[in-house]
């Protein structure tokens, strides 16, 4: 892996490391386009309503009510939704969850991001502590962030079947040691596909270069370069079109 590659890594690396508060992430998979839509609209919604009052209990309810008529519009039920993550009420962060427990396909979405909203906004008010909202394409759980990995084989050969034993014996047994979680771990003939959640702070380089290593003390079967993303899984194409390239020379961030 080159010098560039290696600076974003750590550039990712410390950015989380200078930031103090209460870090929230984004647990659902929600793509990245719909989530920047969703802070447009919030934040212009925000702008709209400066001046008025939090909902009180019986407006919540209101709204809430509103929210789950057959004849409410996807765009009204969007805008119910968002009222009630920007209102500053416990009340309305209850119905939230509550929602969101058997939400409407087509804002469910909508519905995660607004009930995120809401309880950083309530512990903003209710805590000094700064709050810090950590959200990625392929979303996280308990402090940890989700990321696909992609891995060639050296010089794309076919895995050996010891091979393929190594992989997912160094794997399950090196990355839990730094407090990573292998959600999927898929040994495929040319190349290793991997979902896993890996705390925030953690050196995601280090850790994926030293079970890497590992591995290639049995023969150096494996690309010390990678794909990496938190944005989505790749589809069986675009593995593809990354295999026919230089896969030593392949590295994302």
């Known amino acids: ?26 647990e659902q998979r929600i793509p990245v386009k719909e989530q920047m839509a969703y802070f447009k609209n919030s934040e212009q919604m925000r702008k709209d309503n400066a001046l008025t ?3 009180d209990d019986e407006e919540s309810e209101v709204l809430f009510n509103l929210l789950q008529l057959e004849s409410t519009t996807k765009a009204e039920k969007k805008e119910l939704l968002t009222t009630l993550a920007i209102s500053k009420s416990i ?19 909508w519905a995660y991001m607004a009930l995120m909203e809401s309880r950083i906004s309530l512990e903003s008010e209710l805590s000094d502590e700064k709050q810090i909202y950590i959200s990625t394409g392929l979303g996280g759980r308990d402090g940890k962030l989700r990321f696909y990995i992609l891995i060639l084989s050296k010089d794309k050969k076919p ?24 959600e999927r771990l898929d040994v495929m003939e040319q190349y290793v596909e991997l979902l896993f959640l890996i705390p925030v702070k953690a050196d995601i380089k280090g850790i994926l270069d030293n079970v890497i290593n590992e591995c290639n003390q049995y023969g150096n079967f494996l690309s010390d370069a990678f794909t990496i993303t938190n944005v989505k899984e790749l589809t069986k194409e675009e593995v593809a079109e990354i295999i026919e390239k230089d896969g030593d020379d392949q590295a994302g961030d």
Do not use: N, T, W
């Open 1 to 26: 892996m080159g010098k560039e590659e290696g600076d974003v890594f750590k550039q990712f690396r410390e950015s989380f490391d200078k930031m103090e508060g209460h870090f929230h992430i984004l």
């Open 91 to 109: 009340k309305a962060y209850r119905l939230l969850q509550e929602y969101v427990q058997s939400p409407d396909p087509e804002v469910k979405d």
């Open 159 to 182: 895995f050996e079947e010891y091979q393929r034993q190594v992989i997912e014996r160094e794997f399950a047994y090196y990355l839990p040691k730094d407090d990573c979680e292998i």
């Open 53 to 55: 009052p939090p909902l």
